[in-house]
């Protein structure tokens, strides 16, 4: 079982991962979580209506998601996203088929209605935040598909415990996914050579991290990075063997990305 999450960056070669996808199905059964953020960027953009980030008191990057940042990301995410990401792999002939998390229960998420953020060299408190993280999968519905013969496409939103529509970080919900399903497997594919040692050179490439290390490289992950960090250490210990970081922006990104020219972590 392989378990693949490519980034939602506009840079990610989705006609390389399409090749790609089609030659791993002949070898086993292939999930596929997608991001969508430049899409969701582009269209508040478009509606006015401002994208917040903020960062933890750990260093951990994050979206504020309030009532009107919510409507947008279901909007983008499973919307325009995720239906353009079907489209596009069926054109290559991948029987694709798109679910947010929402639909059958997929992702069963704890709510977090209030996060602390670190502004400057102060901590607060952020209220009304409508996020969760995925704790849960219903791993029948994906198994009914993958017997069946379908690639399943998933990306968020979560449910929370009161059947409330929460944003979900993509990258801990892979993990959550993975662990359900069995996998042995994953992939991280976004825009960059994989873990880089100083965010800014793109020559720091580190080619392997044994599982032990990771919490030790938090301090230099930059962005969204520490968060892939902690969705691949909670991967690896419920089971999933090995986990590989890869460009997505090459000509066969996961191809490239499993044959250890990114990062793996094992």
């Known amino acids: 079982m392989l378990i693949v999450k490519a980034g939602g960056g506009p840079g990610i070669n989705w006609d390389g991962l399409a090749a790609d996808l089609v030659e791993a199905r002949g070898r ?3 999930v596929l979580i997608h991001g969508g953020n430049a899409v969701r960027d582009a269209l508040a953009a478009r509606l006015g209506v401002p994208v917040r980030r903020v960062v933890s008191p750990s260093g951990v990057a994050s979206v504020v998601t309030d ?9 983008a995410y499973p919307g325009l996203a995720s239906t353009g990401i079907v489209a596009g792999l069926r054109r290559r002939g991948l029987d694709a088929v798109g679910l947010s ?5 997929l992702w069963r998420a704890k709510a977090k209605r209030e996060i602390p953020v670190r502004e400057g060299d ?5 209220r009304g935040n409508r ?4 704790e849960a999968v219903e791993a029948r519905l994906l198994q009914v598909l993958l017997r069946a013969g379908y690639l399943p496409v998933l990306c968020a939103p979560a449910l929370d415990e009161d059947g409330l529509i929460v944003n979900a970080d993509n990258d801990t919900a892979a993990a959550a996914t993975a662990a359900a399903l069995g996998a042995e497997t994953m992939v991280f594919l976004f825009e960059a050579p994989g873990f880089l040692s100083d965010p800014d ?4 490439r580190v080619a392997e991290i044994p599982a032990a290390e990771i919490e030790s ?3 230099s992950a930059r962005g969204g990075m520490a968060r892939k960090l902690i969705a691949v250490s909670r991967a690896l210990a419920r089971g999933v063997r090995a986990v590989y970081f890869g460009d997505g922006r090459a000509a066969r990104p ?5 044959a250890g020219r990114g990062t793996v972590f094992r």
């Open 28 to 30: 086993e059964e292939t």
């Open 67 to 75: 009532k009107d940042a919510l409507d947008v990301f279901l909007m």
């Open 101 to 105: 998390g929402v639909d059958g229960g």
């Open 122 to 126: 102060k901590t607060k408190l952020l």
């Open 131 to 134: 996020t969760g993280r995925v």
């Open 201 to 204: 050179d793109p020559g720091s």
């Open 217 to 219: 490289r938090l301090p």
């Open 254 to 258: 996961l191809r490239d990305a499993l």
